[in-house]
């Protein structure tokens, strides 16, 4: 028995020690197997933590702001990945009077029913306020769908392909218009508008320079692999859409701000009055004056009802009897015109920032391809245009971020002059330095503008319409981009004619709206509005 004690024993005793050599054979195994798990795992996730600090910084993951900030970043990656395979067809593939005569034809397809289509999408989506995040997922899935119908086409360059291009160019409209009514329903506390905007843009445009090389090496696979990679994209903002908070649906509080109304009463005037600062309720209490004079108000006639059934707060408009058709008509329209003259003052002037930017990424493109600067090819001319315009966008819009609401009167004053004076000195010593100069100062300016524009919008906007003021100015900039654009391909390509057509389009904005935020600058100075 102690024998058979003793062997098992032994036996016991060579098992552990086979166990703890296999289990000392397998830890460097193992060890190996979680260090190359770590060094596969660590470059996705590690940038991943990054963005997804940097986007919910300050309260905005809490707000929800950053889920919008990381569905533009998505939008801006798509949509770089379509004009980098439709930039091949219609512009790189062929000789250039034959480029210039698709490009003609693709403003013509595209760009001409959009300026008919684009004044129409903000008030549509205004009157749907409770599908926001339902529209800006359709706006996604569209694209994903017409990058598909494209990738047939991309190879030949076929007149089906301008339908399609049109369909992702609306659609990408659409959801920067409803992308811009949605930023102030997802501010965090003590979070300026300005500054919400200026980081929702830079993610675009980080996010643009990193999927434009990606493009750039999957159009080297196949002519339509950068359509699919746009449409897988897509679907994953698609998805992203859906996840943003429920308040971005909520309409609570809001109403429609129109750019004109022709239609307001004295009555109406007074009652916009309520919102305003002091420069602009003197400005429309003299109005008001005027049209007294001219016509009475006919709310005021005498049969209007008296009595204490007519007591209500001092701010509310006086409603109508109850089961009266017109109490829709009765009720006071806000409009831009009577919410601060700054907010239209600036759109003037941002105007001309995006026409400027529109004609000169169509004539810029055609010029440097016909004609490359002095000791370079076109693709190297064509490449320092599009980084010196890129660098100078994101560094226009992290100054934006820095300055916040500082003065926007006097930097959209001052973003004029600069374009001004760089498209001057571009007519006349257009070369290398001035077309980079040209290009980033274009860049520059446009974005801090807007972001001024922003700051004016959430200062003197009442926010039952600002949502809506942003939707419609946005609309508005975008058919200046469209125009800009189609003014560049009516004129030869000279350089200093172009440069000169694009200096006047600076002095064209300058002259309707420097004087006009001038004044309000002053106003504003003598009295101070809350931010």
Known sequence: MYEIGSLTGDVGHYDGV?????????????????????????PVTGPAKGVRKFTNAHGAGESGLGKLIELHAVNGAGDVMITVALASTVFFSVPT???????ALYLAITMAPFTLLAPVIGPILDRLPHGRRAAMAIAMLARAVLALAMSGAVATGGIELY???????????????????VVPRLLPPRFPLVKANSRVTLAGLLATGVAAPLGAGLHQVGVQWPLYGSCLIFLGGTYLAFSMPPKVDSSKGERTAHLVDYHAGPAHIEQETRSLGDGARNALGRATALLRRERPDPREAPDRREGPDRREAPDTPPKAPKGDKGDKEKRPRPTLRTVGPSVLHGLEANASHRALSGFLTFFLAFLLRDHPLHGLNAAVSLGIVGVSAGAGNAIGTAVGAWLRARGPELIIITMLGLALSATILAALFFGPVMVAVVGAVAGFSQALSKLSLDATIQRDVPEQVRT????????ALQVAWVLGGGLSMALP???????????????????TS??????QARRGASHPRAA
């Open 18 to 42: 086979a166990a703890a050599r296999s289990s000392d054979s397998s830890g460097p195994l193992r060890r190996t197997a979680r260090a190359i798990g770590r060094a596969l795992h660590t």
């Open 97 to 103: 009077d034959e480029a210039r005569g698709r490009v």
């Open 163 to 181: 339908p399609a291009a049109l369909g992702c160019l609306v659609a990408s409209k659409a959801y920067g218009v409803v992308r811009s009514a």
């Open 468 to 475: 809506s003021a942003f939707a419609r100015s946005e609309t």
């Open 493 to 511: 390509l000279n350089a200093s004619l172009g440069m000169g057509v694009a200096a006047a389009i600076m002095a064209t904005g300058a002259v």
């Open 514 to 519: 420097v004087r006009g935020l001038v004044r």
